[in-house]
């Protein structure tokens, strides 16, 4: 066992810039999914209105999407390092609004708020995985990812159990305080990294200006290299109906099992816990690269079935259990299509192929929320049939992905391995 984890621990241990850029993550994504679940509870504290619930998601979405063209420019052309402890800070202080939110008449002011919050992680995350490949080598590379996911996982698991212990028995307001805090402590551990970036030359900087400029040569790279920009699309489509399906998670806690923001902080555990172990199973079946944009397809027709097990029952006990494995799916779906950005892009375009792989899965993301949300208000379909809806078309998606996708990057895959044998 220990061999097996040692590549982690020799990577945290002798690489000091990515153990700093790895501990503000670990410390700030604490925050968000400690504090997330108060959200939650402040808008079905002053509203039971399914759609209003529904509503703080896509507003989440929403804002990361509208603002990330702009944001992968600035990541490309400023200094990430700088960039992310102004986006900490900050996020530290809007955190700190969410306390002046007492009433169904101020609730606007967790929307609002909600929405710069999103704006500055927009900017913060491309700026933070366009940073890993220039903080370790190639060898380090996936396991920097690996580790990455696997800590995201293990802090939301923590994150969000104790966030929903704690939003119940502390109150929204000491948790809002705790969310803010750790983005000033993620901030410091940045401020002590070196994090190597390779600039724009003088022509660049001059061409891009304009901003406008700079995010159409973005898009402009991305449909002229679709070996990049088949990974640039899995997160979008895995999140297109599995959006919806994590959201749809909260109600069923609410109103099937009966278990309120304990139950949602266990079935938010389960998908935690899933998405850390997936990558590590997902390298695992899959031990070659060139295999990994076909492992996406599978990944999706994976976790639409098991979503639709989790949609049929009402057992906690088993709703746990195939969350767990559909989100393993997903998860070893994040870190593959990660990997394959960073080593396929330019430094220069890293930050901007990265904003629009964020702009692709907040939009999917958020049509996937609002249409699930609408549908429920409506009354539709019951909860657990619209689970079961929304989960067939995931795997219908990945069947999709199968035969359009796959082949596409199987014909690059014998291009490049022609190219390679002829050099």
């Known amino acids: 066992m220990l061999e097996k984890i040692r590549p982690y621990i020799n990577l945290v241990s002798q690489n000091r810039d990515y153990r700093r850029l790895w501990l503000s993550q670990v410390v700030s994504n604490f925050g968000d999914w400690f504090g997330i679940l108060a959200v939650y509870a402040l808008i079905t504290k002053y509203s039971d209105s399914e759609f209003l619930l529904g509503l703080i998601i896509v507003v989440k979405m929403l804002s990361l999407a509208s603002f990330s063209p702009f944001a992968g420019y600035l990541t490309d052309r400023f200094n990430r390092r700088r960039i992310m402890i102004f986006c900490d800070l900050s996020r530290s202080l809007i955190v700190l609004g969410l306390l002046l939110v007492v009433s169904y008449d101020t609730l606007w002011l967790a929307y609002v708020l909600t929405a710069f919050q999103m704006m500055l992680s927009a900017i913060f995350e491309p700026a933070k995985t366009s940073s890993i490949p220039n903080v370790t080598t190639e060898q380090e590379l996936v396991d920097a990812n690996v580790l990455s996911s696997a800590s995201w996982s293990i802090i939301f698991t923590m994150g969000m159990g104790f966030g929903g212990l704690a939003t119940a028995w502390l109150g929204t307001d000491l948790v809002f305080i705790i969310d803010a805090l750790t983005y000033v402590m993620s901030a410091w551990f940045i401020y002590r990294a070196v994090i190597p970036q390779k600039e724009m030359d003088e022509a660049e900087l001059r061409r891009t200006r304009n901003p406008l400029v700079g995010i159409k040569e973005g898009f402009r790279y991305l449909l002229d290299n679709h070996h990049v920009l088949r990974p640039t699309l899995a997160k979008g489509c895995f ?53 990994w944009v076909r492992a996406m397809g599978f990944s999706m027709i994976f976790g639409g079935l098991m979503y639709t097990i989790v949609g049929l029952s009402s057992s906690l006990v088993i709703m746990l259990i195939f969350v767990f494995v559909a989100h393993a799916a997903s998860g070893a779906n994040w870190v593959m299509s990660t990997v394959l950005l960073q080593r396929r892009t330019p430094d220069t375009y890293r930050g901007r192929t990265f904003s629009t792989e964020w702009l692709l899965f907040t939009l999917a993301q958020s049509a996937s929320v609002m249409v699930a949300s609408w549908i429920l208000e409506n009354k539709w379909l019951s909860i657990q049939d619209a689970m079961i809806v929304f989960a067939l078309l995931l795997a219908a998606t990945g069947l999709i992905w199968h035969f359009t996708v796959t082949p596409n990057e199987h014909a690059y895959q014998q291009s490049a391995a022609r190219v390679k044998s002829v050099s």
């Open 239 to 291: 999140t297109m109906f599995l959006g919806a399906l994590t959201y749809m998670l909260i109600l069923v806690s609410e109103k099937v099992l009966m278990m309120g923001s304990i139950g949602v902080g266990l079935l938010y555990s389960a998908r935690g816990i899933g998405t850390g172990i997936g990558p590590v199973i997902g390298r695992r079946i899959f031990d070659h690269e060139k295999d």
